[in-house]
T-cell receptor, first 111, second 110 residues
Framework: SQTIHQWPATLVQPVGSPLSLECTVEGTSNPNLYWYRQAAGRGLQLLFYSVGIGQISSEVPQNLSASRPQDRQFILSSKKLLLSDSGFYLC??????????FGSGTRLTVV | GDSVTQMEGPVTLSEEAFLTINCTYT??????LFWYVQYPGEGLQLLLK?????DKGSNKGFEATYRKETTSFHLEKGSVQVSDSAVYFCGRNAGNMLTFGGGTRLMVKP
């Protein structure tokens, strides 16, 4: 069966520090991968999606970047965090856009 | 562009009340439609989906019908429980993109 792992579950980082959130998928090949952010009291915003290794599409220009070094690995990064980067980050995968499975999320607090 | 609009919350109901959460979508292409639920402190779980016009998705007593004529996918439940308290997200998928509405917080009081 397919599973998705996302870590860490919670993270507190100072302003200006770097960020690396990792997401891995098991049990499937060549999935579409996604990073979403949910800011406090707000809806879900699509940040990045990837249809293959090294292929990244950015939906919202901002302080974050994404990479896909392996087929089932999707990484969200920042060189210098801002206070406004605080939020709940969700990774998701899908096959042919039919169904989406989400990870358990990472709650990031920038202080 | 593609978008989803859902009613703003919070929606506060008493246990056993009838629930409707409205959702409308832009009609570009032939999207699949979804409802996801987010329980406190957790990620998103798929609640139900519909892939074509007139399809009805259902799960755990929740239902939603894909209405092409009104571009809507309203979520309904006949009798809510306290355990249904969560944030509900309506989503549309076209191609590789899943776009969500802003979410609706439901609070059910005993």
């Amino acid at each position: 069966s397919q599973t998705i792992h996302q870590w860490p579950a919670t993270l507190v980082q100072p302003v200006g520090s770097p960020l690396s959130l990792e997401c891995t998928v098991e049990g499937t090949s060549n999935p579409n991968l996604y990073w979403y952010r949910q800011a406090a009291g707000r809806g879900l915003q699509l940040l990045f999606y990837s249809v293959g290794i090294g292929q990244i599409s950015s939906e919202v220009p901002q302080n974050l970047s994404a990479s896909r070094p392996q087929d089932r690995q999707f990484i969200l990064s920042s060189k210098k965090l801002l206070l406004s980067d605080s939020g709940f980050y969700l990774c998701a995968w899908s096959i042919e856009g039919y169904g989406y499975t989400f990870g358990s999320g990472t709650r990031l607090t920038v202080v | 562009g593609d978008s989803v609009t859902q009613m703003e919350g919070p929606v506060t109901l008493s246990e056993e009340a009838f629930l409707t959460i409205n959702c409308t979508y832009t009609a570009t292409g032939y999207p699949s439609l979804f409802w996801y639920v987010q329980y406190p402190g957790e990620g998103l779980q798929l609640l139900l989906k519909a892939t074509k016009a007139d399809d009805k998705g259902s799960n755990k007593g929740f239902e939603a019908t894909y209405r092409k004529e009104t571009t809507s996918f309203h979520l309904e439940k006949g009798s809510v429980q306290v355990s249904d308290s969560a944030v509900y997200f309506c989503g549309r998928n076209a191609g590789n993109m899943l776009t969500f509405g802003g979410g609706t917080r439901l609070m059910v009081k005993p």
